[in-house]
């Protein structure tokens, strides 16, 4: 290692904008991949990416205010400072990808036209069709292959990352990584290691996530010693197509677009959806949230969706769950122009085309808001100090991690078209703190680790491939893991499904150590990889469920009706008052106990040890979360008035604070 | 052609889920498999069960998971390459009946009522296989390199918002720019013929990578590239290199071997107009060629 050089692991948006970014900088990037990165998981994002822009400036829209959504969005459970450099970056970050030239949807004057998504009352969100992230995936690929061709950066696709290296003093000095063609093992020292390797729904079975979104690098990295940051907070999103090979995703900018969620009023109601009358149909999301209608945020969607369904009974069809998404109201001619990419997916896949009839869809798991702990480096103004050594990094100091695998964007709960962002965002943020790093390399010899943990990952690659006997096949036990978490730390949470469901997942990850593969071979043995990548969900799996079972409370994605939060009852003003008072009083209450990030690091048989971190709102103040919440209104006041008493005070608005 | 009754029944049967031969009912496969690049290829047989809606990818992972023949034998899982299984990664193309296309949005049931009782299944033609229905198609990025197809900014630096441009010019655009690198039209296409370069012993990795760079420009660049080249071309910004695209598109595998066959746009899963881009970059060449007279 002559140069200086950064590893980087993962080639979706986040991946690919730190390449460019460092490249231009003149740093070399090694960038491995799963797959080639154009194919990366980025290109299923279809419906668009989050910023202030001209238009909704004029409408009272500021940075502040997407900074003020998004954490209000995430209840509030993100540390601020990130947030707002990122939600600042904004307006740079699309500027950036349109003159990079993504096919942004265009006015009739030939600006960029926005639509509006979940969580905001803002039409935000730029598209390029229903495609944007494989649009905003190409551009960066491009710019990369450009860099490439200028010998800057070497591909490394169909690699898997297996394991970063650390010197003596926990510094993480480079990683090895295992050829998928000819299953050779090879060092990469570099000055930094940065993990961009996406989300982990495979750990749900089926998701609406790619197929290598198995979150191994990060498990493995977990494993290692890095910290894992708000395990427990997975998004469901609320409309996927359920398919047996994959739940495909019907994205938010269906109802963007004026798309309406309904169920028949009479419980599968046999009449053909177009026949069935206004009176007949009960577009619940509509009447149970007046203001934010069809776009309430995804949590609450999903909520809703699932309870009509299961607790309320109006599931379409009685045994395949689902409710209608309407868009038969719009003119084709506008769906074509702008949802045309989704459409045709439900057309393909289901034989149907939703322009004509409605389709039917139910929640899928979508997203990790938790990932990979990361720090930063707090500036002056409430944002962040660019080129500190801090910033994206692990507590393994030299080891980095960027997009969807960090926890720093989205607290509790992400708001729609704000994860693309996040992910280019953080990618173009860590060059300059990487360009620092390599500025003070260490300059010692590191051979002797690398030939250690090559030898190590021989071995265990060599017990997997001698594993002919075992009794347990490696697909079927990991459809058994997805069912398991599918059913009880998805949408709704119960201590007493979660307790057991974690010994479950204990047991299963014994009984991994007896999983037989197929293929012994030394080529391309995609039997030996996915066993590989299936043994490192569960030390994941556990965090997610111990955190889970922890955190009893209510806080965006993780929901557990035990510890709700119920609406007011009374009718009588005063009585009403005292209830919001109270009310007031326990969430302040709940904020002082619950508000902080959960940290999981991993102890021995990759059994996470749990702590918490407090988190800094310091930009702005906790306040509850009342989309649609029986007597809102009247806590809303209660809550306003003891934070205009509060201002002055550094203490935590309410009673017991 | 295969007996439509037959078929139509099976898929009633299959949708109510109550038909008594539902329980029963497997689809049949033949895989054209090979153990490794450049090693023989041989057929082998697997049945798996039926399920509602069905794609092959859906078919793979079942017999990954059995992981035997049709007979019985235990036998390594075939190899393929997915990522998405929504049709927007470009993973996964293979030769599925006989025809370029994607695996993830190949359903079993059109699958038989097309060809019938047996799916069949064989990697691209015009790439070395790896392993079984795994190709390497490092090839059909270098097209991309060959036509630099990007827009040349000066740098990620904050300079504003790109140019202005018209819907009537994004719409035109957008649809060349869903090309997600399948492969499906190199594979239909007669004038890209297969190139596998194979590492010397006495070589180094860099040495081995030029030559096959070599090797890769002499052969045609391929539609999917042209059509790339069509769209930089056609942007504000991208169009200030055009003329060292057309230069590529002019040299040695150029548009000159576009034989006009047009199979390329029949088999696209995105359908790019593909023909349009052809036509396109043909008259910008010949435009191209005039402009090089005069220059001299
Ligand atoms: C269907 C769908 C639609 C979405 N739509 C939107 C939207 O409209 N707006 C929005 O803001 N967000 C959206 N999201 C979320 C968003 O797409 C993702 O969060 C984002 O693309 C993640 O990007 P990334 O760069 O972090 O990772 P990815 O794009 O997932 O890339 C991960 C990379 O890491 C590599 N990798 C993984 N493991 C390893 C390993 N072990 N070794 C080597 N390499 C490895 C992979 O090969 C890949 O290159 C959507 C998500 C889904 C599932
Ligand atoms: S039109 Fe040209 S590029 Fe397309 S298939 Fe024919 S020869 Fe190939
Ligand atoms: S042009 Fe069409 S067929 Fe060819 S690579 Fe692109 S998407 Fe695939
Ligand atoms: S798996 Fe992505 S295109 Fe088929």
Request: hydrophobic fraction near 35%; include cysteine.
């Given at each position: 290692m002559s140069q200086p050089s950064v590893l980087v692991i993962g080639g979706g948006l986040a991946g690919l904008a730190a390449t460019m970014r460092l490249a231009e900088l003149g740093v070399h990037v090694d960038l491995v991949s799963l797959v080639p990165v154009k194919r990366s998981h980025s290109v299923c994002a279809q419906g668009g990416i989050n910023s202030v822009n001209a238009l909704t400036r004029q409408q009272g829209d500021n940075e502040w205010k997407h900074l003020d959504d998004t954490v209000y969005g995430g209840d509030f459970l993100q540390h601020q400072p990130p947030v707002k450099e990122m939600t600042d970056w904004g307006p740079r970050v699309i500027d950036l990808m349109d003159r990079l030239g993504v096919p942004f949807n265009r006015t009739s004057e030939g600006f960029r036209d926005q639509r509006r998504f979940g969580g905001t009352l803002y039409k935000r969100t730029a598209f390029a069709g229903a495609t944007t992230g494989q649009q905003l995936?190409?551009?960066?690929?491009?710019?990369?292959?450009?860099?490439?061709?200028?010998?800057?950066?070497?591909?490394?696709?169909?690699?898997?990352?297996?394991?970063?290296?650390?010197?003596?003093?926990?510094?993480?000095?480079?990683?090895?990584?295992?050829?998928?063609?000819?299953?050779?093992?090879?060092?990469?020292?570099?000055?930094?290691?940065?993990?961009?390797?996406?989300?982990?729904?495979?750990?749900?079975?089926?998701?609406?996530?790619?197929?290598?979104?198995?979150?191994?690098?990060v498990s493995r990295a977990y494993q290692a010693g890095a910290w894992y940051g708000n395990g427990e907070f997975i998004q469901v999103h609320p409309t996927a197509i359920p398919g047996?090979?994959?739940?495909?995703?019907?994205?938010?900018?269906?109802?963007?677009?004026?798309?309406?969620?309904?169920?028949?009023?009479?419980?599968?109601?046999?009449?053909?959806?177009?026949?069935?009358?206004?009176?007949?149909?009960?577009?619940?999301?509509?009447?149970?949230?007046?203001?934010?209608?069809?776009?309430?945020?995804?949590?609450?969607?999903?909520?809703?969706?699932?309870?009509?369904?299961t607790n309320e009974g109006l599931s379409v069809e009685k045994d395949r769950l689902s409710v209608y998404l309407d868009l038969t109201h719009i003119p084709r001619e506008t769906l074509d122009r702008k949802l045309g990419g989704i459409l045709e997916i439900y057309e393909k896949f289901q034989g149907v085309d939703p322009r004509d009839t409605p389709m039917k869809i139910f929640p899928a798991v979508h997203y990790s808001m938790g990932g990979l702990w990361v720090d930063y480096e707090k500036s002056a103004t409430g944002g962040l100090v660019e080129g500190s050594l801090r910033n994206q990094q692990t507590n393994l100091p030299g080891?980095?991690?960027?997009?969807?695998?960090?926890?720093?964007?989205?607290?509790?709960?992400?708001?729609?078209?704000?994860?693309?962002?996040?992910?280019?965002?953080?990618?173009?943020?860590?060059?300059?703190?990487?360009?620092?790093?390599?500025?003070?390399?260490?300059?010692?010899?590191?051979?002797?680790?690398?030939?250690?943990?090559?030898?190590?990952?021989?071995?265990?690659?060599?017990?997997?491939?001698?594993?002919?006997?075992?009794?347990?096949?490696?697909?079927?036990?990991?459809?058994?893991?997805?069912?398991?978490?599918?059913?009880?730390?998805?949408?709704?949470?119960?201590?007493?499904?979660?307790?057991?469901?974690?010994?479950?997942?204990?047991?299963?990850?014994?009984?991994?150590?007896?999983?037989?593969?197929?293929?012994?071979?030394?080529?391309?043995?995609?039997?030996?990889?996915?066993?590989?990548?299936?043994?490192?969900?569960?030390?994941?799996?556990?965090l997610i469920l111990k955190g889970a079972l922890l955190r009893d409370e209510?806080?965006?994605?993780?929901?557990?009706?035990?510890?709700?939060?119920?609406?007011?009852?009374?009718?009588?003003?005063?009585?009403?008052?005292?209830?919001?008072?109270?009310?007031?009083d326990a969430f302040a209450a709940n904020t002082n106990k619950w508000l902080k990030s959960t940290i999981a690091s991993c102890g021995p048989s990759g059994d996470p040890v749990i702590s918490y971190?407090?988190?800094d709102t310091s930009l702005i103040p906790p306040r509850p979360r009342l989309y649609g919440l029986v007597g809102g209104d009247a806590i809303e006041e209660v809550w306003k008035e003891r934070a205009a008493k509060a201002v002055g005070g550094k203490q935590a608005v309410g009673a017991g604070a | 052609m295969i007996k439509a009754s037959e078929t139509v029944v099976d898929a009633d049967a299959a949708h109510g889920g109550h038909g008594d031969g539902n329980a029963t009912r497997t689809v049949r496969v033949r895989v054209l498999r090979q153990d490794v690049a450049g090693g023989e290829s041989y057929w082998e047989r697997h049945e798996v069960a039926y399920e509602p809606n069905m794609n092959v990818i859906s078919v793979l992972q079942k017999i990954a998971a059995s992981a035997k023949s049709q007979d019985g034998r235990r036998v390594a899982p075939v190899?393929?390459?997915?990522?998405?299984?929504?049709?927007?990664?470009?993973?996964?193309?293979?030769?599925?009946?006989?025809?370029?296309?994607?695996?993830?949005?190949?359903?079993?049931?059109?699958?038989m009522a097309e060809d019938g009782e047996e799916i069949e299944l064989r990697p691209m033609s015009k790439f070395p296989v790896v392993r079984d229905l795994v190709v390497d198609r490092k090839r059909l990025f270098g097209g991309l390199e060959k036509v630099k197809a990007w827009v040349p900014v000066e740098g990620s630096y904050d300079l504003g918002p790109g140019p202005r441009i018209s819907p009537e010019e994004q719409e035109d655009a957008y649809p060349l720019s869903t090309c997600m690198s399948c492969g499906c039209c190199v594979e239909a296409c007669p004038q890209y013929t297969k190139v596998?370069?194979?590492?010397?012993?006495?070589?180094?990795?860099?040495?081995?990578?030029?030559?096959?760079?070599?090797?890769?420009?002499?052969?045609?660049?391929?539609?999917?590239?042209?059509?790339?080249?069509?769209?930089?071309?056609?942007?504000?910004?991208?169009?200030?290199?055009?003329?060292?695209?057309?230069?590529?598109?002019?040299?040695?595998?150029g548009i000159q071997m576009c034989g006009n066959a047009q199979n390329c746009v029949a088999v696209c899963p995105k359908s790019i107009p593909l023909t349009r881009s052809i036509a396109r970059a043909g008259r910008a060449a010949t435009v191209w060629a005039i402009k090089k007279l005069f220059d001299r």
């Open positions: 995936l190409y551009a960066l690929d491009e710019q990369v292959r450009r860099r490439e061709v200028e010998g800057l950066v070497k591909k490394w696709e169909f690699w898997d990352f297996l394991a970063p290296v650390l010197d003596e003093s926990g510094r993480c000095r480079g990683a090895v990584c295992q050829d998928l063609v000819t299953m050779q093992f090879r060092s990469f020292p570099a000055d930094a290691v940065v993990l961009a390797t996406g989300g982990n729904g495979l750990i749900y079975g089926r998701s609406t996530m790619s197929m290598v979104c198995t979150g191994s690098a047996t090979d994959k739940l495909r995703l019907m994205s938010e900018s269906a109802r963007g677009e004026g798309g309406r969620v309904w169920v028949p009023r009479i419980p599968q109601d046999p009449r053909d959806p177009r026949s069935i009358p206004e009176a007949d149909r009960y577009y619940f999301l509509e009447e149970r949230y007046p203001k934010y209608g069809n776009l309430v945020p995804r949590d609450i969607a999903t909520r809703e969706i699932f309870d009509i369904c080891l980095y991690a960027i997009g969807e695998c960090d926890y720093q964007y989205h607290g509790a709960n992400r708001l729609g078209a704000n994860s693309l962002l996040s992910c280019i965002f953080s990618g173009l943020f860590v060059a300059p703190t990487l360009v620092n790093v390599c500025g003070r390399r260490v300059g010692d010899d590191t051979s002797r680790l690398f030939e250690a943990e090559v030898r190590r990952q021989e071995e265990r690659h060599r017990e997997l491939l001698s594993r002919t006997s075992g009794d347990e096949n490696p697909y079927a036990l990991h459809q058994e893991l997805g069912n398991l978490m599918t059913r009880v730390a998805t949408v709704v949470r119960r201590n007493d499904q979660l307790a057991p469901a974690y010994d479950d997942v204990c047991r299963m990850a014994e009984r991994w150590k007896r999983c037989a593969v197929s293929d012994t071979g030394s080529w391309t043995n995609q039997n030996v990889v996915f066993t590989k990548a299936l043994g490192d969900m569960f030390p994941i799996a556990k209510c806080r965006g994605a993780h929901f557990k009706p035990a510890f709700a939060m119920p609406g007011l009852v009374a009718t009588e003003p005063e009585a009403r008052r005292r209830e919001a008072e109270q009310w007031c971190q407090d988190v | 190899a393929w390459d997915c990522c998405c299984l929504e049709e927007v990664c470009g993973s996964c193309t293979m030769l599925i009946n006989g025809r370029t296309r994607m695996a993830c949005s190949s359903l079993v049931d059109r699958l596998e370069v194979v590492r010397r012993d006495d070589e180094t990795e860099a040495e081995f990578e030029k030559r096959r760079k070599a090797a890769f420009n002499a052969g045609f660049v391929g539609p999917h590239a042209v059509s790339q080249a069509m769209l930089f071309n056609a942007h504000p910004t991208g169009r200030m290199i055009a003329d060292e695209r057309m230069e590529a598109l002019t040299r040695q595998g």
